[in-house]
Nanobody, 115 residues
Framework: QVQLVESGGGLVQPGGSLRLSCAASGIYFSRYVMRWYRQAPGKERELVAQ???????NYADSVKDRFTISRDNARNTVFLQMSSLNAGDTAVYYC?????????WGQGTQVTVSS
């Protein structure tokens, strides 16, 4: 059974930082491209960051230089370090694992940026 379990979300003040984690089980983790998406109320889900099996990363322009995606293949976990958070980053953040036509999603973790 495949599971992607996100954690680390919460309420943070503008300018603050959070680190999201996504623990995967039931997949050959190191082979998968791992992505973080987010979805704000009333908006479409958007791709935030991606890390390939080889460690190459890509970011949405809106988070470049503020967010860092990383992975620990020994722990089957992908991380999203978020800094300089602003209200526009408020959303549910989802972990996604993709390999060719196979695609798995986590249940999401809420990130709220507010004073």
């Amino acid at each position: 059974q495949v599971q992607l379990v996100e954690s680390g979300g919460g309420l943070v003040q503008p300018g603050g930082s959070l680190r999201l984690s996504c623990a995967a089980s039931g997949i050959y983790f190191s082979r998968y491209v791992m992505r973080w998406y987010r979805q704000a109320p009333g908006k479409e889900r958007e791709l935030v960051a991606q890390i390939t099996s080889g460690g190459s990363t890509n970011y949405a322009d809106s988070v470049k230089d503020r967010f860092t995606i990383s992975r620990d293949n020994a722990r089957n976990t992908v991380f999203l370090q978020m800094s300089s958070l602003n209200a526009g980053d408020t959303a549910v953040y989802y972990c996604n694992a993709i390999l060719f036509q196979v695609n798995y999603w986590g249940q999401g973790t809420q990130v709220t940026v507010s004073s």
